[in-house]
Each structure stands twice: as C-alpha cells, then as structure tokens.
C-alpha cells in the first residue's frame, strides 16, 4: 500500500498563490485533482515519473506549474492568480508506472492523498 501524503493549501485572497506538497514514494506518474463542494472531482495537473510530460486542464494552464522531484519523492502544484471559484479540497494521486506517461482520468489513479482545503476568498 503506497501512502500519499499532501501538505500546504490553506486560505488565500483572490488572485494570490499557493503551494501545494505531495509525498509518494516508488514509481508513479502523479496527478492533482480537486473537488468543490456539491460538484464532482476533476483534473488539475499531471505529471509523468520522469517529469517529462505534463497536463493541465484549460483552466489552469498558465497559472499553476506542477513539478516533480524523485530523489526527494515530492511532488508540488504551484497555483497563482487563485480565484474564488478555486476553492475546493485538493487531493493528490499516485498511478502505476506503465510507461513514461501523465493520467487525467480518475480512474487511472490507484493512491489517493487524504485531500487539502484550498480556499480563496474575494
């Protein structure tokens, strides 16, 4: 069983920033994803075990930058320009190594993190 341990997050002004931390040990493409309150999770970003291929849904291109370091088995989700729309509980995802690969579906993902609030107020 892999734990996936996230830490930061907290609360923010609209158009302020945040980072996120995720711990995961062992060959994993990895993945944030976020739900808000009465809404169904989605995508945020994915990252490959090398770090060499990246996604991000629409919304978030351009202001956050997810990255990776192996040797420290960390990952991070770097968020700015946050708005109040953002605000959900983010979770990071761990998934089985096939390829040199991101997942942006849920259900590639096997391991999940136990969830950090994000709030941004405005």
């Known amino acids: 069983q892999v734990q996936v341990e996230e830490s930061g997050g907290g609360l923010v002004q609209a158009g302020g920033s945040l980072r996120l931390s995720c711990a995961a040990s062992?060959?994993?493409?990895m993945g944030w994803f976020r739900q808000a309150p009465g809404k169904e999770r989605e995508f945020v970003a994915a990252i490959s075990w090398s770090g060499g291929n990246i996604d991000y849904a629409d919304s978030v291109k351009c202001r956050f930058t997810i990255s990776r370091d192996n040797a420290k088995n960390s990952v991070n989700l770097q968020m700015n320009s946050l708005q109040p729309e953002e605000t959900a509980v983010y979770y990071c995802?761990?998934?089985?190594?096939?390829?040199?690969?991101?997942?942006?579906?849920?259900?590639?993902?096997?391991?999940w993190g136990q969830g950090n609030q994000v709030t941004v107020s405005s």
């Open positions: 995802a761990a998934g089985r190594y096939y390829s040199d690969r991101y997942y942006s579906q849920i259900q590639q993902y096997d391991y």
């Open positions: 062992g060959r994993y493409a």
